[in-house]
């Protein structure tokens, strides 16, 4: 399956000759907020594609904690029930247990908090599809179909958020590109790469991928892309936690590209 390894060898390192040494692979469109512009600036950015920057009263909003106004930070300004101004006793709010109404999709409440995980990239999942369930029933936009009209749009964008959510904190290589994008990290993902071995790895791989007559061959290229998925997700957790970002998009950027074999395996089994 491998046997054009030695040609691709020999390839790789007469194009590698033919480059320029700055035309290998290298982060240009890294983008790192700074953390003490990002956090001390009042600026809220409510842009689900950015949403990297928010208010650092909005901060320390973790989780499904239960509290009580006390214990509550005095800068966070609650966002009060809009239907029955009743102050929030969980959080997230995304629905208020007092009238039962659907409350508007607050952004600096992220995919993490919105299932009250803690922000890391591995993430405790036992209960994620519960929760996911759970808000589901509560916000799904066929409940709210006799109630106003606004409290329908209240109802799609929170529901269409949640859906979001679950999809990319199932997904090990979406949760990575959105813990960057929390950290500040932009993850350009039609970014070309100019590592001519990993160029090579997945053109050998497509190869396979297209020479191979039965599903049987198919299922064993696929059991060594997903070694090489679980090998990138491990390394991305590793340079992530250690904050070595360029590390990190190197891994998203392997992981990416495996992934997309992966899609053309399921597509011809
Ligand atoms: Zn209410």
Redesign the pocket.
Known sequence: MWRKKLLWTTLSSALRRALPSTSRFSINSIHVTQFSTAFSSTRSFHSEEDPRVFPIQRYWFLGNLKFSGKNFCSERVLPR?W????VPQVVPFLF?D????IQPVDRAVDYFQIFGLEKKYYIDDRNLEGRYKDWQKKLHPDLVHSKSEKERGYAAEQSARVIDAYRTLTNPLSRAIYILKLEGVDVDEEETVSDIELLAEILEIREAVEEATDSQALNKIQAQIQEKLAYWSESFASAFQSRKYEEALSSIQRMTYYRRVNEEIVKKL
């Open positions: 029930c239907n029955c101004d009743a208020c007092s009238c039962r109404s």
